[in-house]
Nanobody, 115 residues
Framework: QVQLVESGGGLVQPGGSLRLSCAASGFTTSEYAMSWYRQAPGKEREFVAQISPSGANIAYADTVKARFTISRVDAKATVYLQMNSLKPEDTAVYYC????????WGQGTQVTVSP
């Protein structure tokens, strides 16, 4: 079955960096777009970034553009989210997502940006 497992979250100071990973299994990752979403306390889950199956097409939310970079290594069935210049408002649980007939989500990884 499809499984997505996020890792790499943690506590970081404003201006710092983190790299999130999403390890996928149960499907051929190279055939599907992969996305990152996030959910802050008391807020709805929101789109962060998406990468197409080939990696040629990438989209970002305006709030993270020029600070975050999504990438994929299909040989490792892994998608990454490099986050730079982190701000307190980036604090959230970050989720990996794909749609293989139906949407699948990982369990999430907590990112906390605080002095």
């Amino acid at each position: 079955q499809v499984q997505l497992v996020e890792s790499g979250g943690g506590l970081v100071q404003p201006g710092g960096s983190l790299r999130l990973s999403c390890a996928a299994s149960g499907f051929t990752t190279s055939e599907y777009a992969m996305s990152w979403y996030r959910q802050a306390p008391g807020k709805e889950r929101e789109f962060v970034a998406q990468i197409s199956p080939s990696g040629a097409n990438i989209a970002y939310a305006d709030t993270v553009k020029a600070r975050f970079t999504i990438s994929r290594v299909d040989a490792k069935a892994t998608v990454y989210l490099q986050m730079n210049s982190l701000k307190p408002e980036d604090t959230a649980v970050y989720y990996c997502n794909t749609v293989v007939g139906t949407p699948y989500w990982g369990q999430g990884t907590q990112v906390t940006v605080s002095p």
